[in-house]
T-cell receptor
Framework: EAGVAQSPRYKIIEKRQSVAFWCNPI?????LYWYQQILGQGPKLLIQ????????DSQLPKDRFSAERLKGVDSTLKIQPAKLEDSAVYLC?????????????FGPGTRLTVL | AQSVTQLGSHVSVSEGALVLLRCNYS??????LFWYVQYPNQGLQLLLK??????LVKGINGFEAEFKKSETSFHLTKPSAHMSDAAEYFC???????????FGAGTTVTVRA
């Protein structure tokens, strides 16, 4: 089966600019996650969707970050405006139903550099 | 609340030697525990997980881990390292009743020929 797809793979922007990342989960997976992985740290959950509804966005900096999952399939994560500390790899993951009995599958990530 | 501490940010082993990666966790409820591997420029891949039952868990690529509740540990081992094991390894914990992963900072493994 095809894995989780993400684009772009790399993005370089200047601070205060806007950027958007796209994720296409594995077909049939109801749960979608966005993680932020800062260099030298483990991934941190930003937001979790169940179908097209938000389950948890408690760690999402809502003053600058937004995410949507239209029609319960693809998802977009946006940063506006970007800050230097947003430089990180943004990972998308999906799972069948969001339970621990079904694995989270991760995409390759988008590496964002904010100058 | 859950948290994970991985002891040692870098581990270097000789090919054929034992690989031991240490993970300690804290959790306010019974935990589920995971090990993930990340190869350069790739996403994370699940190596193994502990949910319930047998405390010695076997995973892919010859790795195994043992859940020790009394020590709040979930150390990862592989008896004989291979060059292809060079990667970054992450330990993660989630509450048993809410599948939200909290990751450690990761351990980078290098394998010497």
């Amino acid at each position: 089966e095809a894995g989780v797809a993400q684009s772009p793979r790399y993005k370089i922007i200047e601070k205060r600019q806007s950027v958007a990342f796209w994720c296409n989960p594995i077909s049939g997976h109801a749960t979608l996650y966005w993680y932020q992985q800062i260099l030298g740290q483990g991934p941190k959950l930003l937001i979790q969707f169940q179908n097209n509804g938000v389950v948890d966005d408690s760690q999402l900096p809502k003053d600058r970050f937004s995410a949507e999952r239209l029609k319960g399939v693809d998802s977009t994560l946006k940063i506006q405006p970007a800050k230097l500390e947003d430089s990180a790899v943004y990972l998308c993951a999906s799972s069948l139903d969001g339970t621990a009995y079904n694995e989270q599958f991760f995409g390759p990530g988008t590496r964002l550099t904010v100058l | 609340a859950q948290s994970v501490t991985q002891l040692g940010s870098h581990v270097s082993v000789s090919e054929g030697a034992l690989v031991l990666l240490r993970c300690n966790y804290s959790s306010s409820v019974p935990p589920y525990l995971f090990w993930y591997v990340q190869y350069p420029n790739q996403g994370l891949q699940l190596l193994l997980k502990y949910t319930t039952g047998a405390t010695l868990v076997k995973g892919i690529n010859g790795f195994e881990a043992e859940f020790k509740k009394s020590e709040t540990s979930f150390h990862l081992t592989k008896p004989s390292a291979h060059m292809s094991d060079a990667a970054e390894y992450f330990c993660a914990v989630s509450p048993y009743n809410d599948y939200k992963l909290s990751f450690g900072a990761g351990t980078t493994v290098t394998v010497r020929a």
